[in-house]
């Protein structure tokens, strides 16, 4: 890819993002928009927009920026829960580790890979050089030049190891001060208990009471057995759609909508009254719920959620075998209340071995499957290859614009457009593997799609061509240095081009929020919606840490090798940083709250890249004849493999779990608490099955115009 090509891609994507940016702000501003720009706000009573027409709502302005950065991290916790200040702790550290990578690959790196004549590549007019002229691939074999990337890629993993240390001992220092401060939480007290061995004759129920009654007789506080509800919770998602249709029918004014026929799409059956006809259907759906909830109290399943008195009971009864058989009373660690994941209770140690085998087959044959979109993106990326797929295509191919246009943007376009449909399959097949967490199911569908973000976006395209099947290699470690070494350089034009198209406008789209806008639109065309059926929506972690995190790969792997990657790399956290503030106050609201625990995935994240770095430059070393050079990077890896291990025993059992010193505390503040009696109250029915709440939705006026997030009564 030539030079100009690339700023073709720079100037597409730089007006996609001020494009965005300037409709934001406009669109934000309409009254109209606030569910979608503002629904956070919106659900919490404190949106301003609304009031008379002026012309200010039609001119664009850079306010939101300033509201954005000015809350400080406090703010930020105390709104969005600890899991918001890593996630915006990850743009903090990349941009302080970017920031140093810059100034040593544009300053010092880059002029001595431009003055190289490795290439002899000849080009009148800086415009029209190739972009390989900028990496290390133009640097003279054996110049001594080299020595100048050597020395920055060891003062560069100084430097990043230095600050993942210190991040990670602030964000471990933030959890314990952050457990400290909260209130008392229902899963610091509970434990789930799970392969109960039921007598005849005897209950889950009373089995679990016996056990915990007779074993902990000074701590045990109450339990609550789980039952199959998944019928049931069927009968209620139909009986939520009818109801929402009801209050639909109930705002219109227009009888002609309110007579149509009873038959499928109202096209067939006799002509009824909807509003009657919706309410005697919804009355006997509640008879129907009714009745089956008396009896998914009889259907019990061997699992139980245990509460204790304190959490030092809970943590024992946690870590410590119960039965004498070591798959009966097996125990687990329980989320939160508003954290659990119903589905997969009944499901047995069967169905879940099953289901995580079909889970991870299933995500090596969509790995696999995604070689298809790799392998024509790299086709676009070389117009020599795409000649000879369309011969037909060749003098238009070779017009100026056009080649610049594919070379430089269409690539990065198709490969974000597949890659786009990969995070909710990942979050569906995490759903189905056994997790009893949201949480969990999104941390785990994050590292999935880390792992296949950096097989199929890096690796896949550096391998791309005759590489990808040279499994020999695999078979020799010690070629992998020196494969790496040709591959991941001449690629480095592919990737810079991809972290402006698939960096700087994603992450603009994010503030846009395209598909929101339309779906709002179209539901106030369509259905007449309303802000009462207003849904605040949660961050998806799963997709964004990934990206983020590879994006950070890119930087890191070519550091040394392309620094021309590293200020469009700057550009794409700062802006991340902006917009992601702004989406964390003003649309997003916590879903779960793990207290930190994505941070030891961007921890493990750096250190893979850092090795993969030490890895590349010990073959780059030795292909550039500086097999001295190659040798010393060598300590590099085992040197940094050993600070990763050292930060694991340091920090990693601070998020793994809470220390006896830390919960005795907890519960001896807790004796001095008046409000702890009512919470052991309500922490004997804080982990009931909302399927099994008491439904009301007919027979009450008051209830068909009330808002609907709220449709069945506790």
């Not at 659900?43 to 302005?61: D, I, K, M, Q, V």
């Not at 943590?315 to 939160?336: C, S």
């Not at 790399?569 to 879903?591: H, S």
């Amino acid at each position: 890819m030539i030079l100009s090509a690339l700023l073709t891609s720079v100037g597409i994507n730089l007006g996609l993002c001020l494009l965005f940016f300037a409709l934001y702000s406009i669109l934000k501003k309409q009254p109209s928009n606030a569910s979608v720009y503002t629904p956070r706000l919106l659900a919490e009573g404190e949106s301003g927009e609304g009031g008379f027409f002026n012309l200010e709502r039609l001119l664009p302005s850079a306010g939101w920026v300033r509201r954005a950065w000015q809350p400080s991290e406090d703010e930020l916790l105390s709104t969005s829960g600890l899991d918001a200040v890593v996630f915006m702790r990850i743009f903090i550290f990349s941009l302080k580790v970017f920031s140093v990578a810059a100034i040593i690959g544009i300053f010092v790196l880059l002029p001595f890979n431009y003055m190289g004549n490795q290439l002899s590549l000849d080009f009148t007019g800086l415009e029209n050089k190739t972009l390989e002229s900028f990496t290390i691939s133009n640097v003279d074999d054996g110049s001594n030049r080299l020595w100048i990337h050597f020395s920055a890629i060891y003062v560069f993993t100084g430097i990043v190891c230095c600050l993942l240390y210190l991040e990670y001992a602030y964000i471990s220092s933030k959890r314990m001060a952050y457990f400290y401060s909260s209130k008392p939480q229902p899963c610091e007290f509970t434990v789930l208990v799970r392969s109960i061995p039921v007598t005849s004759g005897r209950g889950v129920s009373a089995t679990v009471e016996s056990f915990f009654t007779e074993n902990y007789p000074s701590t045990y506080l109450s339990h609550c057995v789980v039952r199959r509800t998944s019928r049931l919770k069927k009968l209620i998602n139909n009986a939520d759609k009818l109801y929402r249709k009801l209050v639909h029918l109930r705002s219109e004014n227009q009888t002609r909508q309110r007579y149509q026929r009873a038959g499928f799409m109202g096209l067939f059956g006799r002509k009824v009254d909807l509003l009657d006809h919706y309410e005697k259907k919804l009355e006997d759906m509640e008879d129907n719920m009714r009745t089956e909830q008396s009896s998914a109290v009889i259907q019990e399943v061997p699992a139980a959620f245990v509460s204790f008195k304190t959490r030092l009971a809970a943590a024992l009864t946690l870590h410590i075998r119960q039965g004498t058989k070591p798959t009966e009373w097996v125990t687990e660690r329980a989320p939160d209340p508003k954290d659990v994941y119903w589905p997969f209770f009944s499901a047995s140690f069967i169905k879940r071995w099953i289901c995580s085998l079909v889970v991870i087959v299933a995500t090596i044959i969509l790995t696999v499957l995604f070689l298809i979109p790799v392998v024509i993106v790299q086709g676009l990326t070389h117009l020599e290859q795409l000649e000879a797929w369309f011969p037909f295509l060749k003098s238009i191919l070779r017009m100026a614009v056009v080649s610049q246009v594919i070379t430089g943007y269409l690539p990065s376009i198709i490969l974000q457009l597949f890659l786009s449909f990969v995070p909710p399959i990942m979050v569906m097949l995490s759903s189905i593997q056994g997790y009893i967490a949201l949480s969990e199911i999104e941390k785990s569908a994050c590292i999935k799609f880390l792992y296949f973000t950096v097989w199929n976006v890096f690796f896949a395209n550096v391998l791309s061509g005759s590489a990808l099947y040279r499994v020999d290699v695999f078979l020799e470690p010690k070629k992998i240095p020196e494969l790496l070494a040709v591959a991941v350089p001449g690629q480095a034009s592919f990737f810079i081009a991809y972290v402006v198209t698939s960096g700087w406008t994603s992450i603009s789209s994010e503030l846009f929020r395209l598909l929101p806008l339309i779906s709002s639109y179209m539901g106030r065309i369509c259905c007449g919606n309303s802000q009462e059926q207003i849904e605040v929506p949660s961050i998806p972690y799963h997709s964004e840490i990934p990206r983020i995190l590879f994006f950070g790969l890119l930087g890191v792997t070519y550091f040394f090798l392309a620094p021309l990657i590293l200020p469009f790399l700057l550009v794409y956290y700062c802006l991340g940083y902006i917009i992601y503030r702004n989406q964390l106050f003003t649309v997003y609201a916590p879903k779960f709250e793990t207290g930190g625990k994505f941070w030891p995935i961007v921890h493990d994240s750096t250190v893979f890249s850092l090795v993969l770095m030490h890895i590349i430059a010990v073959g780059i070393f030795g292909l550039k004849k500086v097999p001295l050079a190659s040798s010393f990077v060598l300590p590099l890896p085992v040197l940094t493999l050993i600070f990763n291990s050292y930060c694991h025993r340091r920090f990693l059992p601070i998020f793994k779990a809470y220390s006896a010193e830390s919960l005795i505390k907890k519960d001896r503040d807790d004796e001095n608490d008046p409000a702890i009696s009512r919470f052991y109250e309500e922490l004997a029915t804080a982990y009931q099955d909302p399927a099994l709440m008491p439904v009301r939705y007919s027979g009450n006026d008051e209830r068909i115009t009330s808002p609907l997030l709220h449709p069945r009564e506790p």
